[in-house]
């Protein structure tokens, strides 16, 4: 899953509630996950009612790459993020005709198929991919029955209304017209996903379903020989459908069909300033309007909207032969927050409140590289996060919004180098050392606490300072074996005012995480090895309840009959050991799966 990919990744941390589609976040560097900005070729997910991005909603098989900005991203992407943007990149046609298939059948009766297929044939080319992916996640595992140091009471079970369901279909086309590119791309996605509960308390029906459509339209223009236009619009579209209608989960009795939809268009001009310089400006305009409808309550939450207009501008210097780089930048964002109203039958309360944010996020990268083998870099920058819907204008019953809250701000800094060697015919043919240390200070961190009784709100009076280092190392030895690996320390300190939460480690960032991969190629044969490692974490701010700390141990081996032809079988979690990452949800034991993959 695109969850797994991620968490090998160095400084990112993936928390998920159990099994296959299950909900799963992610942060970067002690971000939250709400902090982190996730595109899709180049189109934010993200959306304005909060939540964090769900990565168990992303395919997987039709993914080409996955790029992790940790640090600044590129103004081409027209977006920021107090922790880092995560841009997924879908496939598509190459110069040739090209064909992709993968089957795969696993624990928990778990199922995947998918197929990708390519061509170009002169100007135009086209590509059309689908996957569907099932599992019942009925995997067995300890229920302590509330009482975790008495073991008496325990006894295995199989978890219960866990299933999920996923449809996923895109359609690509492109032209080369002889100064212009055009692609069209349509994704479509439906999914549903049981809501299994606590293992306190079970659910029998309570489900999720996702409908979602996603169109964009890219044209790209080489003006004159110094001058790079792309201009990009697209039209999403989600529906989210919850049936409690038992209120199985909390809340009370819940039957909600939200729609958020959200159109954008960005224009981005590259003009070259001789051979050494690069100058873009960036101009984006998005409006998202989100419309809940809840059949089983008389109340109707309110319809909203958030309008945002960015404009920016970044400079690519580079000197000494190219071997200094200089990459200042500066982006303005103004953003519009709109509540229509709250309606009770018939009847139309009034404003709930509008919102205006203003704020200036500049950033500059440096890189040093003396020689092809060394590299030094550094990164500095200022960013925000704007509250949510839910955050500003929230009214659930139990939770109020507050109109007050102004965005998350960061003050980001990293600097690090790397070192990478190749000698074709020693023993060590290959090794690369990357090391980079960040710090982090994060204010107006939003929360939320109980206001007075039982009704909650949010407020805005923590502070953190998330201080580390990450490395990444790679090797190869006599071109059979590979070992590779990433080490993050960090410490994700509140610095807020509040003594309960004061000097504590904020939740869900472990201090120590650790993954290694190493694999063995020889004849038609790749055995491969993957140890994961996850330092115990806290629960909430005061750092009362906590998670264990978590050794993954996974195996396979992959069997290259013909070039295009591969046969994986693997094995996760070898040791059946029961991890959790929220408190009530386990994750899947031992788990084997197998997968045929073609290619052409």
């Known amino acids: 899953s695109v969850a797994d990919l991620l968490s090998e990744e160095v400084g990112v941390r993936v928390n998920t509630s159990g099994g296959l589609g299950s909900f799963s976040t992610t942060s970067i560097r002690g971000s939250s996950s709400e902090q982190v900005t996730v595109l899709l070729d180049g189109i934010p997910l993200n959306q304005a009612l909060g939540g964090g991005v769900n990565l168990a909603s992303l395919p997987t098989s039709i993914i080409e790459s996955i790029e992790v900005y940790r640090g600044s991203a590129p103004m081409s992407l027209g977006v920021s993020g107090i922790g880092g943007v995560i841009n997924i990149k879908t496939r598509k046609a190459k110069n040739r005709r090209t064909f992709f298939g993968q089957a795969q059948y696993g624990s928990f009766e778990t199922y995947l198929g998918s197929a990708f297929y390519g061509d170009k044939p002169g100007a135009f080319d086209y590509s059309l991919a689908y996957e569907h992916q099932q599992s019942k996640n009925n995997f067995e595992y300890v229920n302590d029955r ?15 209304n866990n299933e999920y369901r996923e449809e996923y279909a895109s359609l690509r086309g492109g032209y080369d017209f002889s100064a212009v590119r055009l692609d069209v791309v349509n994704n479509f996605q439906t999914s549903h996903k049981g809501l299994p509960g606590t293992v306190g308390a079970p659910t029998k029906e309570a489900a999720f379903d996702t409908t ?59 003009y070259t300033l001789g051979k050494y310089q690069t100058v873009s400006f960036i101009g984006q305009a998005i409006r998202e309007e989100f419309d809940p ?37 500066l982006r303005i964002d103004h953003v519009e927050n709109e509540i229509y109203g709250v309606d009770v039958g018939k009847v139309v309360l009034g404003e709930a409140g509008n919102k205006t944010y203003n704020v200036w996020t500049p950033q500059i990268d440096l890189k040093y590289t003396p020689w092809p083998f060394l590299y030094a870099k550094a990164n500095a920058g200022q960013y925000y996060r704007f509250p949510s819907f839910f955050e500003l204008f929230g009214n659930n019953g139990t939770f109020i919004g507050n109109i007050d809250l102004e965005p998350e701000r960061s003050k980001n800094f990293d600097i690090g180098g790397g070192v990478n060697f190749a000698w074709p015919k020693a023993f060590l043919r290959y090794f690369s050392l990357e090391v980079t240390f960040f710090k982090n200070y994060v204010d107006n961190l939003i929360t939320i606490e109980q206001a007075t009784g039982d009704i909650s709100t ?16 790679r090797l190869n030895l006599w071109g059979l074996f590979n070992f ?9 300190i509140n610095k807020g005012p509040v003594k309960g939460k004061r000097g504590k480690q904020l939740p869900q960032r472990p201090v120590w995480e650790v993954n290694l991969f190493a694999s063995v190629p020889f004849w038609k044969l790749e055995p491969f090895y993957n140890y994961s490692f996850v330092d115990q974490n806290y629960l909430n701010a005061s750092n009362i309840g906590q998670v264990e700390a978590r050794h993954l141990h996974n195996a396979g081996i992959t069997y290259r009959p013909l070039n295009w032809l591969t046969a994986t079988f693997e094995v996760k979690n070898i040791t059946d050991k029961q991890y959790e990452d929220f408190y009530g949800f386990p994750l899947p034991g ?11």
């Open 484 to 492: 590779s690996g990433n080490v993050t320390y960090q410490e994700a």
């Open 458 to 473: 949010s407020r805005q009076v923590d502070k953190a300072e998330i201080t580390g280092v990450e490395t990444v190392f």
């Open 212 to 270: 979602e459509n996603l169109t964009t339209v890219k044209a790209q223009l080489q003006a004159t020989n110094d001058l790079f236009t792309t201009l990009k619009g697209y039209f999403a579209y989600k529906k989210d459908e919850l049936d409690d209608r038992l209120g199985e989960v909390g809340g009370g009795s819940q039957d909600t069909d939200d729609v958020t939809t959200t159109a954008g268009t960005d224009l981005l001009l590259d």
């Open 293 to 329: 409808k809840d059949a089983l309550s008389r109340v109707t939450v309110p319809k909203s909207k958030r309008i945002t207009f960015t404009a920016g501008v970044e400079d690519r210097i580079e000197l000494f032969g190219k071997k200094v780089l200089i990459l200042p930048s």
């Open 146 to 160: 509330g009482t975790k140091f008495n073991t008496a009471d325990d006894r295995v079970e199989k978890r219960q």
């Open 590 to 600: 031992r788990s084997y799966f197998g997968t045929l993959k073609v290619a052409f």
